[in-house]
């Protein structure tokens, strides 16, 4: 087991040291695993998912999925995580995750009407890859904070990597919240994006982590990078230097996700001068959409002036209840204004989303039948097609 394995685990519970991460037939949780005042306890796994296998296996539906293993490349090497240490002092108990199926709203039959209020399009299956790269590089992108741009970047990764593409989160937010939520405590790190993007001398290789995730990296990050946005702006081509520094792993993943900070200041110029697309979580409220129009107006000023192959991969509504009015007053205005680029999948919204972060963990793997999860699939299948 790695260090980032162990690093993983709950912690905070007694006797996690020894025991699984999570209950097995063999080895009971070493916590009760129905919580007590929990109206709706979730039966335990019924299978153990917290293996490093890939993570198609774990669904019988979508066994094509995966290309052989004999056909994958090697992996590109990269360093292991920090464990995390057992004394952090705003942990919480981490719950165990749960297969309870649930229904997804986004994802009906084609033609059905979705919660945009549209017929859901005809999304192709995706294709199987036998090599990999050059990535697509998404930014994820919207300068309102808590809309869901990180919880997207995590899980819609995970989801890509179900569909047998690797993946590289790229966190570029200084609060490091991207790498909070795959289980890595970012001001324990040496080394962070902060070092490639600012000092020539550090290696990539050195600095980019594996995921509990099989094919899901992780480039960290934490403080130190709001230090880079006032260092660069002294520099020579300041809004190319994630781009510079990306460049050396193009070729080993197929997506890139950058996780933008919630600002239109330098670091995300040079997140969306590196995109070939920007997706865009929008949250199901009316001050959201005011400030998409402030979004829509930077891309078109990076477009024309930085990078003339930028394009809006997709507007993703998020947070969306579909029980309030207002929430689907919104939606309707959204679908109404931006047309085709808003996504059949909506992302509801779910306190499982805040509990996987807990956990340290993409939802696909923590409750991988959860409307969450199926939500973040069918939005990796809308990704890919487009
Ligand atoms: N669909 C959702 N439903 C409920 N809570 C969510 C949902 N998506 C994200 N959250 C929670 O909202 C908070 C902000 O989300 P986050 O992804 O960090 O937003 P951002 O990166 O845009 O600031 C987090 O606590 C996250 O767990
Ligand atoms: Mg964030």
């Known amino acids: 087991m790695s260090t980032f394995e162990s690093a993983a685990q709950p912690y905070g519970v007694p006797g996690h040291a020894s025991a699984p991460p999570y209950p097995t037939a063999s080895a009971p949780a070493p916590w009760p695993v129905t919580p007590a005042g929990d109206p709706q306890p979730s039966p335990p796994p019924a299978q153990p998912q917290y293996t490093q296998q890939p993570a198609a296996q774990s669904y019988p539906q ?41 229904d997804d709203p986004s994802t009906g039959p084609d033609g059905s009407i979705g919660p945009t209020g549209r017929p859901k399009r005809h999304i192709p299956e995706p294709a199987m890859l036998h090599t990999h790269g050059p990535a697509k590089v998404l930014a994820i992108c919207n300068q309102k904070g808590g809309v869901g741009k990180t919880t997207s970047a995590i899980n819609l990764g995970a989801a890509l990597t179900e569909f047998g593409r690797r993946v590289l989160l ?3 937010d200084p609060q490091g919240a991207l790498s909070v939520g795959l289980g890595i405590l970012p ?12 000092e020539r001398a550090a290696d990539l290789d050195d600095v980019v982590m594996r995921t509990t995730v099989e094919d899901l990296d992780l480039l960290p990050s934490n403080i130190d ?24 792993v193009i070729d080993k993943y197929d997506y890139i996700l950058v996780d933008c900070q919630p600002s239109l200041g330098l670091l995300t110029v040079n997140a969306l001068a590196a995109a070939d697309g920007v997706l865009i979580p929008l949250e199901c409220e009316y001050f959201s959409m005011r400030g998409a129009a402030l979004l829509m107006d930077t891309i078109q000023k990076v477009q024309e002036r930085l990078n003339p192959k930028l394009e809006i991969t997709g507007i993703l509504p998020t947070m969306f209840d579909p029980r309030t009015l207002h929430s689907r007053e919104v939606m309707a205005r959204v679908v109404e204004r931006f047309g085709d680029i808003v996504f059949d999948t909506v992302i509801n919204r779910t306190v499982r989303f805040p509990e996987t972060t807990v956990a340290g963990e993409p939802i696909t793997k923590w409750a991988p039948r959860s409307a969450g999860a199926k939500a973040y699939r069918a939005l990796a299948r809308e990704v890919i097609a487009r």
């Open 187 to 198: 001001h324990q790190l040496d080394q962070t994006i902060y070092n490639v993007l600012i």
């Open 170 to 172: 790229v966190d570029f």
């Open 62 to 102: 979508q066994p094509a999925q995966q290309p052989p293993p004999a056909q994958q490349p090697e992996r590109p090497p990269v360093a292991a995580a920090p464990a995390r240490p057992v004394e952090d002092p705003l942990s919480l108990p981490a719950k165990p995750g749960t297969d309870a199926d649930e």
């Open 225 to 248: 990078l709001s230090a880079a946005e006032v260092q660069l702006v002294a520099e020579v081509g300041r809004e190319h230097a994630l781009l510079r520094t990306l460049r050396p």
